[in-house]
């Protein structure tokens, strides 16, 4: 089954409302690939979600950047996968490494957001990659198995999943990772799904690569073999993300 090329945008903690009104009216105003060629998905910060949702085009959709790890109570701060719910936001991005790093999210708890977010119905984009150090030692397979294998172990039905491979080293660096680089680490992935889940769950789930893909580099990064689509930080506030749309084609 062909996996349909999916483009992310992580606005991270980034805009004003004016900002934000400025990127949806650039956002609709683009000549982009229809919706059977290409998923997109753009992540503003919690508060201007329901902005974002109620006025960017009907072919492009929403998603939280995360969202916490059971039913909403005593917890200042957090949102809920269920408030989530309540909105019809349809994503949410898990275990980003900027989480990971800054607030020690680890994998048992990335992997517990995961199972949760996906029971009360919603999508996820979740995130996993290496940091420089761990790439260099040679162990960035270990690191990325693990960090799957605690999603695997708590989730048992992938269609509503899509992994980001995002290489810590390359995120918001400027330092993308090659071509071969990403298909290397893409193509094992898949074949850990598939010896660690299903044959099917490989063939089918979508792998986007995530650090540093702007306009100049997402047309060769795109067009591996096991790379189906992006997600993309600080090029997706600018018009640029429109040409990464477009490298689905
Ligand atoms: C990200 O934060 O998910 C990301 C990929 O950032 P950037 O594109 O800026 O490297």
Redesign the pocket.
């Known amino acids: 089954m062909a996996r349909k090329f999916f483009v992310g945008g992580?606005w991270?903690c980034n805009g004003t409302a004016e900002e934000v009104k400025k990127i949806v009216n650039t956002l609709n105003e683009a000549q982009v690939p229809s919706q059977d060629v290409v998923e997109v998905v753009v992540s503003p910060p919690y508060v201007f979600l329901p902005l974002v949702k109620s006025t960017l085009r009907p072919d492009f959709h929403v998603a939280a950047q995360n969202c916490w790890v059971k039913k909403g109570g005593a917890y200042t701060g957090e949102v809920s996968a269920e408030m989530l719910v309540s909105l019809d936001i349809p994503w949410v991005i898990l275990g980003?490494s900027?989480r990971r790093a800054i607030l020690n999210e680890t994998n048992e708890f990335v992997g517990d957001k995961v199972a949760y977010a996906l029971a009360q119905g919603l999508k996820v984009i979740a995130?996993v990659g290496e940091t420089l150090e761990q790439r260099e030692a040679g162990s960035t397979m270990d690191v990325v198995a693990a960090q799957t294998k605690a999603i695997a172990d708590r989730v048992s039905n992938w269609t509503n999943v899509v992994i980001?491979y995002?290489p810590v080293w390359?995120?918001?660096?400027g330092k993308v990772a090659s071509p071969a680089q990403a298909q290397e680490v893409h193509d094992e992935l898949r074949k850990w799904l598939a010896k660690n889940v299903s044959a099917d769950v490989a063939a089918t789930t979508r792998i986007i690569y995530?650090?540093?893909?702007n306009g100049g580099n997402c047309k060769e990064l795109g067009g591996q073999a096991d790379v189906d689509g992006f997600?993309?930080?600080?090029?997706s506030l600018k018009p640029e993300f429109i040409d990464i749309i477009k490298a689905a084609e």
């Not at 390359?170 to 660096?173: C, F, K, R, W």
């Not at 995530?210 to 893909?213: K, L, P, Q, R």
């Not at 997600?231 to 090029?235: E, M, Q, S």
């Open positions: 992580n991270k980003h900027e995130c980001a995002e390359a995120i918001g660096t995530g650090g540093s893909v997600l993309v930080g600080g090029a």
